[in-house]
T-cell receptor, first 111, second 114 residues
């Protein structure tokens, strides 16, 4: 069964701290999609990656295909980064590219 | 203007009522999806459509139906709403490149069934 597991489930940080959110996935998942869900509920796509590393502003996403693991890093965290971060695995197989979602990591950044 | 819109944004209805949630997109994507989100369970796929003539059941389709009226419009119906369908519903779209399925989400519809 294809699965995506995130850790930690909840994370509290002080403004300015470096933050890491982890995502592990099972066989059959060939790419990872990182999403951000704002406190109001809206979901924004952050990254989609199948190898290496991607960077956008203070956000960095990495993936290790051999270890079936991806990380989302936030540098110089800010209270506006407070959100739920969701990783989703892309299944190339029978579901023709549908996503398998983790349960999310709730991040709270304190000023 | 938002690329993916959903109406209504909030809806309170009673058990047994029929309700339709609508999704429209201006991204030109051929794939559209309906998800529901419940606390602690994450996003779960209800239905998905790869084009106007291709509609597929997702993980939790029981109690729901969909209609793809045009490439840009995908509606979700609850024929007879029940309280455990209270949830946050999201529509999403993506390009037809199955190997790079970055999805773009609408703002969500908060549905409460009393």
């Amino acid at each position: 069964k294809n699965e995506v597991e995130q850790s930690p489930q909840n994370l509290t940080a002080q403004e300015g701290e470096f933050i890491t959110i982890n995502c592990s996935y099972s066989v059959g998942i060939s790419a990872l999609h990182w999403l951000q869900q704002h406190p109001g509920g809206g979901i924004v796509s952050l990254f989609m990656l199948s190898s290496g590393k991607k960077k956008h502003g203070r956000l960095i996403a990495t993936i290790n295909i051999q270890e079936k693991h991806s990380s989302l890093h936030i540098t110089a965290s800010h209270p506006r980064d407070s959100a739920v971060y969701i990783c989703a695995g892309l299944n190339y197989g029978g579901s023709q590219g549908n996503l398998i979602f983790g349960k999310g990591t709730k991040l709270s950044v304190k000023p | 203007d938002a690329d993916v819109t959903q109406t209504p944004r909030n809806r309170i209805t009673k058990t047994g009522k029929r309700i339709m949630l609508e999704c429209s997109q201006t991204k030109g994507h051929d794939r559209m999806y309906w998800y529901r989100q419940d606390p602690g369970l994450g996003l779960r796929l209800i239905y998905y459509s790869f084009d106007v003539k291709d509609i597929n059941k997702g993980e939790i389709s029981d109690g729901y139906s969909v209609s793809r009226q045009a490439q840009a419009k995908f509606s979700l119906s609850l024929e007879s709403a029940i309280p455990n369908q209270t949830a946050l519903y999201f529509c999403a779209t993506s390009l037809g490149q199955w190997y790079y399925n970055e999805q773009f989400f609408g703002p969500g519809t908060r549905l409460t069934v009393l």
